[in-house]
């Protein structure tokens, strides 16, 4: 299975701060694989991207992915105080794996 | 907008069966290319996936968890189901339901059922 290494384990920024998020995957993988979730305890995760980086219906386009071969990122280019959260990358391989998390704190 | 909402005990016997449904609102269980999908997040750990039922009754599961799974759906009642035998207090988590689309992802959760296994 691919293994995927998000880094870094917690951000902590203000709002209206740049936040980049990296997933690093163990081979290479096809873009259309990789997807990016937000949760927040106590919700339901969201769905951000998918295909590396198209934004899912509804969300803000504040929220960009980017990236291919091993190397993805997410970027929220200008967070707001419900940005702040666990953001999760995920492959799409014969077996569905997800990233270990980044959480994005109030600094 | 599909919604999906987990229900079944929260407290389950070291040995049992763990047994949860997600009921789909917003949408049919029968569409196709939707891919019906448990996912769960043991405590301090991150996401880990099940497996998932299609509406024809397919079904592809995690090689690690395979030999305890079985997963269905009830076309009629638009709703899904889990059962992980033979359980121990490692498969204590928080169980999401999920519908996985053709886009190769996870487009819609549930809130997410706590089970805890104890005795």
């Known amino acids: 299975d691919i293994v995927l290494t998000q880094s870094p384990g917690t951000l902590s920024l203000s709002p209206g701060e740049r936040a980049t998020l990296s997933c690093t995957t163990s081979a290479t993988i096809s873009s259309t694989y990789l997807a990016w979730y937000q949760h927040t305890p106590g919700q339901a995760p969201r769905l951000l991207i998918y295909g590396a980086s198209n934004r899912a219906t509804g969300i803000p386009d504040r929220f960009s992915g980017s990236g291919s071969g091993t190397d993805f990122s997410l970027t929220i280019s200008r967070l707001e105080p419900e940005d702040f959260a666990v953001y999760y990358c995920q492959h799409y391989g014969s077996s569905r794996t997800f990233g270990q998390g980044t959480k994005v704190e109030i600094k | 907008q599909v919604q999906l909402q987990e229900s079944g005990p929260g407290l389950v016997k070291p040995s049992q069966t763990l047994s949860l449904t997600c009921t789909v609102s917003?949408?049919?269980?029968?569409?196709?290319?939707?891919?019906w999908s448990w996912i769960r997040q043991q405590p301090g750990k991150g996401l880990e996936w099940i497996g998932y039922v299609y509406y024809t009754g397919g079904t592809y599961y995690n090689l690690s968890l395979k030999s305890r799974l079985h997963m269905s759906v009830d076309s009629s009642n638009n709703r899904f189901s889990l059962n992980l035998r033979s359980v121990t207090a490692a498969d204590t988590a928080f169980y999401y339901c999920a519908r996985e689309s053709e886009e190769n992802c996870f487009d819609a959760w549930g809130q997410g059922i706590l089970v805890t296994v104890s005795s």
């Open positions: 917003g949408g049919s269980i029968t569409s196709v290319g939707s891919y």
